[in-house]
C-alpha cells in the first residue's frame, strides 16, 4: 500500500488487496497484546525468589539461575523466530499470532507446575520456540497499516507492550505476596488465552501470498549489506541492554527496600518503567512520523543510557523509582521506532521474514543478557551491571547514526503479502 492510501486501508495500491479497516485489526491486537504481556510479565518480579523456593540457594548462584532461565527463551525465540516469519509470509500473519497467543497460554501454566529448577528451565525453553507475540503482532499490524501511520500504529503496539508491563509486574507481585509464586502462572495462561481468542474472532486478514514473479526486498537491499548488519546489531545492543539487569533488579530492591514484601515491591517499580515508556511511546511514535525515526530513535537511546548509570548508586526506592521513570520515558520510544524504520524500507510480502530476522537479534540479545548480567552480578555484585547496561545503549546509539541508512527501497509499490526474498 502507498504512503498515499487512506487511513481505511482500501487505497488504490493494485498489489494488496483491499482489507478491512485496519484500524479494527489494529484495536484487536492492541488488546490481545496487553493481555499478552500482562501474562508474560506477570511473573517477572519474583522469578528469582521462585528459583529459591524451588531449591537453589545462595545469591551468587541465585542470581546465576534467574539469568540461565530467563536465557533460556530468548535462545529459543532467536532459533525458531526465522522458521515462524518464513511460514508468515507464506500462509499467514494471524495465524502465527494464534500460535503464539495459545502456546503461550499452555507453557505458562504448566510453569505453575514445575517441581524444580530444571523443570522450569525446560518449559522456559518451549516458551521462546512456541511464543513470540510480540513480533507476531508487529508483523500482521504493519502488514495492514498505511506506510504513513507506521510510527502511529506500532506506537500503538508498543503502549500495549509498556501497558502489559505495568500492569503485569504489580498485579504478579501483589498475588505473589498473597498466594504463592504458582498461582501467577496460572493466572498467566489464562491472560493469554483470552488474548488468542479475540485474535480468532476478531482480527481480519485478507491475506494472499504472492506470485513467485514478484518483486520485493527485504533488509539487505533495503539497507544494504554493511547496513544491514548494523541495523541487526542495533536491535542486539539495545535487547542485550535491556535484559541485562532482569534477573538481578529484584535482588536490587530486596537490598534497597529492607522489606519482606519484595515481589511488590519490584513488581511496582517495574511496573511504572513501563508505565512511563507507555506514555511516552505513542507520542514517540507520532514524533517519528513528522521528524524522521533515526534521529528520534538515537535521543532515545541516549536517554535511556543516563538514567540506567545511577541505578549503580541508588540507596533508596524513592531514587530507583526516579530513575526507572526516567528510563521508561526514554526507552519507550526504542521499539516503535526500530520497527517503524524496518516497516518503512522492506515490502509488506517481506514482512515476515525480516521482523523475524530482526527478532532473531533481539532474541539473542534478550538471551544472552540476562545470562550475562547474572554472571557479572555474581562476580562484581549487584551495582555494576547498571553501569554496562549504560555503556551497551551508547554503543547502540553509536550503531545507528552511523551506519543505519535506509537505501530508499520504498520507492517501489509495495507487492503482495507472502512472496520469497530474492
Known sequence: MSDDAPDTGAGSDQARPAPPPWQRTLYACWVAQLLSIVGFSFVMPFIPFYIRELGVTGQARVAFWSGLVITASGLMGAIFAPIWG??????GRKLMVERAMFGGAVVMALMGTAGTVYDLLILRLIQGALTGTVVASTTLVASITPHRRMGYALGMMQVAVLMGMTVGPWAGGLVADQWGYRIPFYAAGALLFVGGLIVLALVCEDFKPAGEGAANHGLRRAFGGRGMLALLATFFVIALAGSFVGPIFPLLVEQVSHT???????????GVAGLAAGLSALGIGLLGDRVGYKPVLVGCTLGAAVFSAPHAIAQTIGQLLL???GMGLTRGGTAPTLNAIVGEAVSSDTYGRSFGNTRVASALGMGIGPLLG???AAHLGLRWPFVIMSGL???AALLIARWVRPAGARAQPDVKAGATVT
Do not use: Q
Open 86 to 91: 518464513t511460514l508468515a509470509d507464506r500462509y
Open 260 to 270: 519482606e514484601r519484595v515481589a511488590s515491591a519490584a513488581g511496582m517499580l517495574m
Open 323 to 325: 530513575l526507572r521513570v
Open 374 to 376: 547474572g554472571t557479572a
Open 393 to 395: 545503549l551508547v554503543l
